[in-house]
């Protein structure tokens, strides 16, 4: 057998690759993560809030950065950070790459600089900040990225005769000499997730940006909007930072355009994204008198919940739409005002003046994705985009190279996500031999039991260089943290995260036997977990360590009051000092994992993840309710881009049959899950071929929800009145019959939204437009004479789906746009099926009297999904889809623990869609499969038992399902492996009997009083 | 001795609030050091009994700070936060105290500055509000 290395390399610091790194690590493997950049982050951390949740992209991201950070901790040390690096060279194949990374030198010891910013005092050189999309400058010295501590010196604009930054470094971090490294590593898989790059404005010149102050790019707006961007969040406009009052943003900039070469593909994203500044410019404090208008073609509002945001910006916020490709932005010099030539919709030419114009520019294949790619030997799309493969969305053309996200076609945060996953999931099955073999553990010092002992607190207190020592007055710091009861030791550092000092601090523990410590210094977030790490090292349970943070909430807020920040940092050592002399040992749970999965759904999602699982060396159960495998895919043929759905459904059902480790129970419907992640107990009844119906009991760690979804069948337009009337489905069923009709037919109309965003059902159904598109090149290829129409809201072809769009409208097929308050009517006359729709350009109607009618027909939930979620406790949105626990983030989880969403079961989605969906559950059910035993959070709720009354309260307030009531006793038990530790129970609880270990309320009342 | 200098105690939730306040930090955005920040994991984990025995050892407001809707990361502690603060400005206004020396406010981790701006604005709104008047009974 070939070797196969047990690492992966993660190319890209994005989201994407964040997520891939993450879920690689979580289920095994040792992972390269590398950025061409110094920071990660991607384009998200520019962000200021996501659609359609408005959830604050930080809160979001940092979690997550957190995990792959330096400071990173237990398993996560396996993430090795490569940022500021280049791909150089990549040789071997599949299973054992070799590839060597170029690390650039940041001329900054990143270990050593305190991120004082006296460098940036002096440092003569200023040119336009990458961060802040060139809204402000930055020096030559500068922070890749607010969120980040340390510098980095940009050479290419460093005056080589300077030096004067290195002369003012307390710290001495900087180091002018600083060299480039070469590392090389050994990997057995590499995936790509290099993100995007958005179209040079410049390209498109009739929009003035670069030559008129006033025209913005979209990504330039966010820093516009953001609280911590240059305008701190005020609707300001560059030319005189005056507030913005009349905003236009002008969509498909350089997308859906023929007139820019390969730029023919529609990027996806900007729909939404310019919805979502406009509602945020509107929500904002002056919001009610800013006018917000949207330049547009169509409105894709594909993924879930978009239509109802896309509706909230109409009719609640009251931003106005305008269908029109505008032609061109001209400035009134004198107001820096902007003018915009557009034709309405009705063919008259208008004009109207703006303050801000924001061009929604079109997604680019990332820069220098053809040198990476010609290193990696992989192939690219027509339009420069990492090419994948249809059935296999994150493959690429070589094998053991994988791509996620943006780089291979336009795509939001949580299809990125997904890929991310999916990704991570072909490489797990390509490695799964050596999953955990390169991994480490690593040993510490066995832990001293303390719990018993008196407090003996030892306190830390750092001047941070100058950054805390600057404002506040140390010495009278330690002085008082000496005088605190039960504080035996008090230490003052210069710099207590550097390497030096936590050797120092790790002897003090031992030389005085402290068993609780204290460090004042920078916020719990970034400091934490590095002296949790040194306190577990010096052999104590990482939790007896409190922080007071006197730099973030202190000395850097209050620099201009010395003598008050002097005494606030005092009382916040004295309220740590508090807390810390009650402070307990915390442990992780452990509970044993069945490794074994359960997969509810037997259709395209269900047999991807189920292959998925099973090759990554798992067993699997697959549950259908249907007699046979195959779920939609049984009724369709071909796809649009002409790809045989028939043979990959076959070889699909065959592989799944096939699998040694994959059981497929059909007929079978699920009656009753108990349990919890890791050990669940499954009871369905199975009615095979026409027996009577048997209980089959089943156990295992994890399930896959994969139940699908299918299109409705319609009540309006005549449907099932004649026969001429099809749905797109049975249009597909007709057009593969040997023999069929179509040859003679002589005008075919196709009704779009039939069911789809209305009062009913207020959502984009995603899959039909492309089914249209399909259905009529279909019928175009069988008979050239006949008269297609195709009567539509708003053509959501979105992403390459585009070119297809394009191509039927030149091989003439007729697309004829109707409004949502005027939907087209059917009628019977005499045996003549007519359909008659308001033109909105002509203003007139138009009347046709057809030989098919094809509707095109919202996806619908399947019926018993409402049953299932309460058997499996987790929730449905209003549409009837299940809800995954964080649209953006955590797009295949529920909150349950252990339960994994795929497919339409989630929402409408395309075969390539779907795939990816089914590969991300996998891969997640894999990272908890992949460990004999799971762990639970260390702050989590305690319960003691003669206190508690049995009421149940706390069972009912919490989110996760984590507490019980035990029949017997009638005690409440909290199942530890589920809870997160949120404390919602022990407020509730009405005895006092459960408590937040890590926040008990012992704890809290006395930092409380030493708080005033 | 110059002007009254109200004591204001805050809980920030770890995931939002908390982050602002380190933001408004890394941005070095001035606000007055009145506030004593308590990190919980979640606002919803804020009991009713902290907020009044901060009142009553003295303190001269109280700051609940937590995600905002919908962002809680513990799906939502911020709605259970806001609920039981809405009744505990009702018992406060029984007792004769007054309820705007109770703010819970959602602040993301973006939000340095609505950090610093909801500080500021509390301290002085607590400095016209004057001494908590339960801390002055308890003294003598
Ligand atoms: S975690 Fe911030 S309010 Fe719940």
């Given at each position: 057998m070939a070797k196969k290395v047990g690492a992966v390399m993660v190319i890209g610091g994005g989201i994407g690759g964040i997520q891939a790194s993450l879920d690689l690590a979580d289920s095994g493997f040792k992972v390269y993560l590398v950025d061409r950049k110094p920071d990660i982050g991607g384009a998200m951390s520019q962000l200021d809030k996501t659609f359609p949740?408005?959830?604050c992209r930080l809160c979001i991201l940092s979690p997550k950065l957190k995990g792959c950070l330096r400071f990173g901790l237990g398993q996560y040390s396996n993430i090795e950070l490569l940022s500021y690096a280049d791909i150089e060279k990549v040789e071997g194949k599949a299973g054992d790459f070799k590839v060597t990374v170029k690390k650039l030198p940041r001329y900054v010891i990143t270990e050593k600089c305190t991120g004082c910013g006296e460098c940036l005092k002096v440092c003569p050189v200023e040119v336009p900040s990458e961060f802040e999309q060139g809204l402000v400058k930055r020096k030559a010295i500068y922070r890749p990225n607010p969120q980040i501590l340390s510098f980095v010196i940009d050479k290419s604009i460093c005056p080589s005769d300077c030096r004067e930054c290195s002369k003012v470094c307390k710290p001495n971090a900087i180091v002018h000499e600083m060299q480039e490294e070469k590392v090389e590593v050994n990997v057995g898989a590499i995936i790509l997730s290099s993100g995007f790059d958005t179209l040079n404005p410049h390209l498109k010149k009739e929009y003035g940006w670069g030559i008129f102050p006033n025209v913005i790019t979209g990504l330039q707006f966010e820093r516009v909007m953001s609280g911590t961007g240059p305008y701190q969040g005020q609707m300001l406009r560059p030319s005189d930072k005056k507030p913005a009052r009349k905003i236009a943003w002008i969509q498909c900039v350089g997308s859906r355009d023929l007139k820019l070469d390969g730029r023919s593909y529609c990027s996806s994203v900007c729909c939404m994204h310019a919805t979502k500044e406009a509602i945020i410019a509107k929500e904002g404090t002056s919001g009610s008198n800013i006018t917000c208008h949207i330049y547009f073609m169509d409105m894709r509002c594909f993924g879930k919940d978009f239509d109802r945001y896309y509706e909230r910006a109409r009719k609640k916020c009251g931003v106005e739409y305008r269908r029109s490709r505008v032609a061109a932005v001209k400035e009134d010099p004198q107001t820096s005002n902007l003018r915009i030539r557009y034709e309405s919709e009705e063919g008259e030419l208008k004009e109207e003046e703006y303050d801000l114009v924001v061009l929604s520019l079109a997604l680019d294949p990332p820069s220098g994705t053809q040198e990476v790619v010609q290193k990696l030997g992989i192939e690219l799309n027509d339009y420069g985009f990492a090419r994948a493969d249809l059935f296999s969305p994150v493959q690429t053309s070589k094998k053991g190279i994988y791509v996620c996200g943006a780089v291979s076609g336009p795509k939001d945060i949580p299809e990125t996500v997904v890929q991310a996953s999916g990704a991570a999931a072909m490489a797990s099955s390509l490695l799964s031999e050596v999953r955990g073999k390169l991994t480490e553990k690593k040993h510490y010092p066995p832990e001293v039991d303390v719990s018993d002992e008196e407090p003996r607190i030892g306190v830390f207190v750092c001047r941070c260089g100058m950054n805390i020592g600057g404002t506040v007055d140390v010495p009278r710091v330690v002085e008082l943290a000496g005088s605190l009861p039960a504080v035996v030791y008090v230490e003052e550092n210069l710099q207590t995260c550097s390497q030096g000092t936590q050797e120092k601090m790790k002897e003090a523990i031992r030389k005085h036997q402290l068993n609780r410590v204290v460090v004042a210094c920078g916020t719990v977030r970034t400091h934490e977990p590095l002296f949790q790490e040194t306190v577990r090292e010096a052999g104590l349970n990482p939790h007896l360590l409190e922080i007071a943070?006197?730099?973030?909430?202190c000395s850097w807020v209050h620099m201009r009051e010395p003598e008050r920040a002097t005494q606030k940092a005092q009382e916040l050592v004295r309220m740590a000092v508090a807390k810390a002399a009650l402070i307990q040992p915390l442990f992780a749970m452990h509970s044993s994992v069945i490794q074994r999965a359960l997969i509810i759904g037997g259709g395209l999602a269900g047999m991807v993840s189920a292959l998925s699982v099973a090759d990554q060396g798992f067993e699997v159960h697959v549950v259908e309710r249907e007699k046979n495998l195959g779920g939609n895919l049984k009724n369709m043929h071909y796809t649009l881009e002409g790809k045989d759905i028939s043979n990959f459904r076959d070889s699909l059902t065959t592989q799944v049959q096939k699998h040694p480790r994959i059981r497929v129970y059909k007929g079978a419907e699920i009656q009753n899950v108990g349990g919890y992640v890791g050990s669940y107990t499954t009871t369905m009844s199975q009615a095979d071929d026409g027996s009577s119906p048997r209980a089959v009991s089943l156990e295992h760690g994890v399930i896959i929800l994969a139940t699908g979804a299918q299109e409705m069948k319609p009540q309006e337009y005549l449907y099932g009145e004649d026969e001429r009337i099809l749905t797109q489905l049975e249009l597909e069923d007709m057009l593969t019959q040997p023999g069929a009709g179509i040859k003679k037919t002589k005008t075919v109309v196709m009704i779009q939204c039939v069911g789809s965003r209305d009062k009913d059902r207020p959502y984009c159904s995603r899959v039909c437009c492309s089914d249209a598109v399909k259905n009529a090149l279909k019928i175009r290829e069988l008979n050239s004479g006949a008269n297609i129409f195709i009567l539509y809201r708003?053509?959501?072809?979105?992403g390459f789906k585009e070119s297809f769009y394009q191509e039927a409208r030149s091989k003439g097929i007729v697309f004829v746009r109707y409004d949502e308050y005027k939907k087209p009517e059917v009628k019977l006359k005499d045996g003549v099926l007519q359909v008659e729709v308001t033109d909105p350009i002509i203003q007139r109607p138009l009347l046709f009297s057809v030989d098919l009618l094809v509707l095109s027909c919202a996806i619908v939930p399947p019926k018993d999904s409402p049953r299932l979620a309460e058997i499996l406790k987790v929730p449905v949105n209003e549409d009837g889809f299940f809800l995954e626990a964080h649209v953006k983030l955590r797009p295949v989880d529920f909150s349950r623990r252990g339960i994994f969403l795929a497919g339409m079961a989630h929402g409408p989605k395309l075969i390539d869609e779907t795939v990816a969906q089914a590969q991300a559950a996998a891969e997640k059910a894999c990272t908890i499969l992949s460990q004999p035993e799971i762990e639970s959070e260390t702050i989590i709720v305690q319960t003691n038992e003669r206190q508690c009354r049995g009421c149940g309260i706390c069972a009912s307030v919490c989110p996760y399902e984590a507490i019980e009531i035990d029949e017997e006793t009638k005690k409440a038990r909290v199942i530890e492996i589920l809870c997160q530790g949120c404390g919602s129970c022990s407020v509730a609880c009405p005895s006092g009997a459960l408590q937040q270990a890590g926040f008990t309320r012992k704890e809290l009342l006395f930092m409380v009083d030493a708080a005033v | 001795m110059g002007q009254f200098e109200p004591k204001i105690v805050g809980f920030l939730c770890n995931w939002c609030s908390y982050a602002g306040a380190d933001l408004a930090g890394t941005s070095r955005m001035q606000y007055p050091p009145n506030i004593r920040p308590i990190r919980v994991m979640c606002s919803g984990s804020v009991d009713s009994a902290y907020i009044l025995r901060a009142l009553l050892a003295g303190a001269d407001g109280v700051l609940v700070g937590g995600c905002h809707p919908g962002d809680c990361h513990y799906v939502s502690g911020n709605y259970k936060a806001r609920r039981r603060i809405t009744i505990l400005k009702e018992i406060m206004k029984a007792l004769g105290l007054e309820d705007e020396r109770v703010r819970i406010r959602w602040i993301s981790a973006s939000e340095g500055k609505r950090y610093a701006d909801t500080v500021s604005r509390m301290t002085s709104d607590m400095r016209e509000l004057g001494p908590n008047p339960v801390a002055r009974l308890w003294w003598t």
């Amino acid at each position: 057998m070939a070797k196969k290395v047990g690492a992966v390399m993660v190319i890209g610091g994005g989201i994407g690759g964040i997520q891939a790194s993450l879920d690689l690590a979580d289920s095994g493997f040792k992972v390269y993560l590398v950025d061409r950049k110094p920071d990660i982050g991607g384009a998200m951390s520019q962000l200021d809030k996501t659609f359609p949740t408005h959830d604050c992209r930080l809160c979001i991201l940092s979690p997550k950065l957190k995990g792959c950070l330096r400071f990173g901790l237990g398993q996560y040390s396996n993430i090795e950070l490569l940022s500021y690096a280049d791909i150089e060279k990549v040789e071997g194949k599949a299973g054992d790459f070799k590839v060597t990374v170029k690390k650039l030198p940041r001329y900054v010891i990143t270990e050593k600089c305190t991120g004082c910013g006296e460098c940036l005092k002096v440092c003569p050189v200023e040119v336009p900040s990458e961060f802040e999309q060139g809204l402000v400058k930055r020096k030559a010295i500068y922070r890749p990225n607010p969120q980040i501590l340390s510098f980095v010196i940009d050479k290419s604009i460093c005056p080589s005769d300077c030096r004067e930054c290195s002369k003012v470094c307390k710290p001495n971090a900087i180091v002018h000499e600083m060299q480039e490294e070469k590392v090389e590593v050994n990997v057995g898989a590499i995936i790509l997730s290099s993100g995007f790059d958005t179209l040079n404005p410049h390209l498109k010149k009739e929009y003035g940006w670069g030559i008129f102050p006033n025209v913005i790019t979209g990504l330039q707006f966010e820093r516009v909007m953001s609280g911590t961007g240059p305008y701190q969040g005020q609707m300001l406009r560059p030319s005189d930072k005056k507030p913005a009052r009349k905003i236009a943003w002008i969509q498909c900039v350089g997308s859906r355009d023929l007139k820019l070469d390969g730029r023919s593909y529609c990027s996806s994203v900007c729909c939404m994204h310019a919805t979502k500044e406009a509602i945020i410019a509107k929500e904002g404090t002056s919001g009610s008198n800013i006018t917000c208008h949207i330049y547009f073609m169509d409105m894709r509002c594909f993924g879930k919940d978009f239509d109802r945001y896309y509706e909230r910006a109409r009719k609640k916020c009251g931003v106005e739409y305008r269908r029109s490709r505008v032609a061109a932005v001209k400035e009134d010099p004198q107001t820096s005002n902007l003018r915009i030539r557009y034709e309405s919709e009705e063919g008259e030419l208008k004009e109207e003046e703006y303050d801000l114009v924001v061009l929604s520019l079109a997604l680019d294949p990332p820069s220098g994705t053809q040198e990476v790619v010609q290193k990696l030997g992989i192939e690219l799309n027509d339009y420069g985009f990492a090419r994948a493969d249809l059935f296999s969305p994150v493959q690429t053309s070589k094998k053991g190279i994988y791509v996620c996200g943006a780089v291979s076609g336009p795509k939001d945060i949580p299809e990125t996500v997904v890929q991310a996953s999916g990704a991570a999931a072909m490489a797990s099955s390509l490695l799964s031999e050596v999953r955990g073999k390169l991994t480490e553990k690593k040993h510490y010092p066995p832990e001293v039991d303390v719990s018993d002992e008196e407090p003996r607190i030892g306190v830390f207190v750092c001047r941070c260089g100058m950054n805390i020592g600057g404002t506040v007055d140390v010495p009278r710091v330690v002085e008082l943290a000496g005088s605190l009861p039960a504080v035996v030791y008090v230490e003052e550092n210069l710099q207590t995260c550097s390497q030096g000092t936590q050797e120092k601090m790790k002897e003090a523990i031992r030389k005085h036997q402290l068993n609780r410590v204290v460090v004042a210094c920078g916020t719990v977030r970034t400091h934490e977990p590095l002296f949790q790490e040194t306190v577990r090292e010096a052999g104590l349970n990482p939790h007896l360590l409190e922080i007071a943070n006197i730099r973030e909430e202190c000395s850097w807020v209050h620099m201009r009051e010395p003598e008050r920040a002097t005494q606030k940092a005092q009382e916040l050592v004295r309220m740590a000092v508090a807390k810390a002399a009650l402070i307990q040992p915390l442990f992780a749970m452990h509970s044993s994992v069945i490794q074994r999965a359960l997969i509810i759904g037997g259709g395209l999602a269900g047999m991807v993840s189920a292959l998925s699982v099973a090759d990554q060396g798992f067993e699997v159960h697959v549950v259908e309710r249907e007699k046979n495998l195959g779920g939609n895919l049984k009724n369709m043929h071909y796809t649009l881009e002409g790809k045989d759905i028939s043979n990959f459904r076959d070889s699909l059902t065959t592989q799944v049959q096939k699998h040694p480790r994959i059981r497929v129970y059909k007929g079978a419907e699920i009656q009753n899950v108990g349990g919890y992640v890791g050990s669940y107990t499954t009871t369905m009844s199975q009615a095979d071929d026409g027996s009577s119906p048997r209980a089959v009991s089943l156990e295992h760690g994890v399930i896959i929800l994969a139940t699908g979804a299918q299109e409705m069948k319609p009540q309006e337009y005549l449907y099932g009145e004649d026969e001429r009337i099809l749905t797109q489905l049975e249009l597909e069923d007709m057009l593969t019959q040997p023999g069929a009709g179509i040859k003679k037919t002589k005008t075919v109309v196709m009704i779009q939204c039939v069911g789809s965003r209305d009062k009913d059902r207020p959502y984009c159904s995603r899959v039909c437009c492309s089914d249209a598109v399909k259905n009529a090149l279909k019928i175009r290829e069988l008979n050239s004479g006949a008269n297609i129409f195709i009567l539509y809201r708003d053509m959501t072809t979105y992403g390459f789906k585009e070119s297809f769009y394009q191509e039927a409208r030149s091989k003439g097929i007729v697309f004829v746009r109707y409004d949502e308050y005027k939907k087209p009517e059917v009628k019977l006359k005499d045996g003549v099926l007519q359909v008659e729709v308001t033109d909105p350009i002509i203003q007139r109607p138009l009347l046709f009297s057809v030989d098919l009618l094809v509707l095109s027909c919202a996806i619908v939930p399947p019926k018993d999904s409402p049953r299932l979620a309460e058997i499996l406790k987790v929730p449905v949105n209003e549409d009837g889809f299940f809800l995954e626990a964080h649209v953006k983030l955590r797009p295949v989880d529920f909150s349950r623990r252990g339960i994994f969403l795929a497919g339409m079961a989630h929402g409408p989605k395309l075969i390539d869609e779907t795939v990816a969906q089914a590969q991300a559950a996998a891969e997640k059910a894999c990272t908890i499969l992949s460990q004999p035993e799971i762990e639970s959070e260390t702050i989590i709720v305690q319960t003691n038992e003669r206190q508690c009354r049995g009421c149940g309260i706390c069972a009912s307030v919490c989110p996760y399902e984590a507490i019980e009531i035990d029949e017997e006793t009638k005690k409440a038990r909290v199942i530890e492996i589920l809870c997160q530790g949120c404390g919602s129970c022990s407020v509730a609880c009405p005895s006092g009997a459960l408590q937040q270990a890590g926040f008990t309320r012992k704890e809290l009342l006395f930092m409380v009083d030493a708080a005033v | 001795m110059g002007q009254f200098e109200p004591k204001i105690v805050g809980f920030l939730c770890n995931w939002c609030s908390y982050a602002g306040a380190d933001l408004a930090g890394t941005s070095r955005m001035q606000y007055p050091p009145n506030i004593r920040p308590i990190r919980v994991m979640c606002s919803g984990s804020v009991d009713s009994a902290y907020i009044l025995r901060a009142l009553l050892a003295g303190a001269d407001g109280v700051l609940v700070g937590g995600c905002h809707p919908g962002d809680c990361h513990y799906v939502s502690g911020n709605y259970k936060a806001r609920r039981r603060i809405t009744i505990l400005k009702e018992i406060m206004k029984a007792l004769g105290l007054e309820d705007e020396r109770v703010r819970i406010r959602w602040i993301s981790a973006s939000e340095g500055k609505r950090y610093a701006d909801t500080v500021s604005r509390m301290t002085s709104d607590m400095r016209e509000l004057g001494p908590n008047p339960v801390a002055r009974l308890w003294w003598t």
